[in-house]
């Protein structure tokens, strides 16, 4: 199994710039989660997904969108990146939400300038 | 008040001693508990769930203290191989929106 996957690892763009960040599970999961993780911060939840075709939003939300078509999938739009959203964006699966293991894809750093 | 606030650090420990770690969090109502490991540049993986009897994984201690709201962290013949940042992560309901992450404490072993 690969586990986790996300593509990309790296990606800078431009200020008002768009961008899908990809995130694919094949352990077939139900949970999956998208977190951003700045220095002196801990991970911050910006959107989650219960199964395919549920999202919802987290603490963060606002400049981004999901979308959950298959069980495998949950890409994350960035729709007009700004400076504030330089980070590293982490995908997480799990079988059951919050009380079990949480697995991390590799992370995409993401700068915005 | 943040959810769960963990000392940053960091700690830097010769090889062979013993470090613990503390992690406070606020909501009473939290009903599972878990640390994370976080190597640098890397994604957290999970390295232990915390229960309420307190719990042990080789050299690897985990405790929970509910009436002060605490969960530690106990580590014992410190290798270099654990040189990471842990994460303490709690969660106060059973959806993926109810988990909060400490901002983690760095650790550093030395020679």
């Known amino acids: 199994n690969a586990g986790v996957t996300q593509t990309p690892k790296f990606q800078v763009l431009k200020t008002g710039q768009s961008m899908t960040l990809q995130c694919a599970q094949d352990?077939?999961?139900?949970?999956m989660s998208w977190y951003r993780q700045d220095p002196g911060m801990g991970l911050r939840l910006i959107h989650y997904s219960v199964g395919a075709g549920i999202t919802d939003q987290g603490e963060v939300p606002n400049g981004y969108n999901v979308s959950r078509s298959t069980t495998e999938d949950f890409p994350l739009r960035l729709l007009s990146a700004a400076p504030s959203q330089t980070s590293v964006y982490f995908c997480?699966?799990?079988?059951?939400?919050?009380?079990?293991?949480?697995?991390f894809g590799p992370g995409t750093r993401l700068t915005v300038t | 008040r943040k959810e769960v606030e963990q000392d940053p650090g960091p700690f830097n420990v010769p090889e062979g001693a013993t470090v613990a770690f503390n992690c406070t969090y606020s909501?009473?109502?939290?009903?599972?508990f878990f640390w994370y490991r976080q190597d640098c540049r890397k994604e957290p993986k999970l390295l232990m769930s915390?229960?309420?009897s307190g719990n042990e994984d080789g050299r690897f201690t985990a405790q929970l203290n509910r009436a002060s709201q605490y969960i530690s962290l106990l580590i014992r013949d410190s290798k270099l191989s654990d040189s990471a940042t842990y994460l303490c992560?709690?969660?106060?309901?059973?959806?993926?929106?109810?988990?909060?992450f400490g901002t983690g404490t760095r650790l550093t072993v030395i020679p």
């Open positions: 909501n009473s109502a939290s009903q599972s």
């Open positions: 997480a699966s799990s079988y059951s939400g919050a009380v079990h293991e949480q697995y």
């Open positions: 915390v229960y309420s």
């Open positions: 352990m077939n999961h139900e949970y």
């Open positions: 992560v709690v969660n106060i309901g059973t959806g993926a929106n109810n988990l909060f």
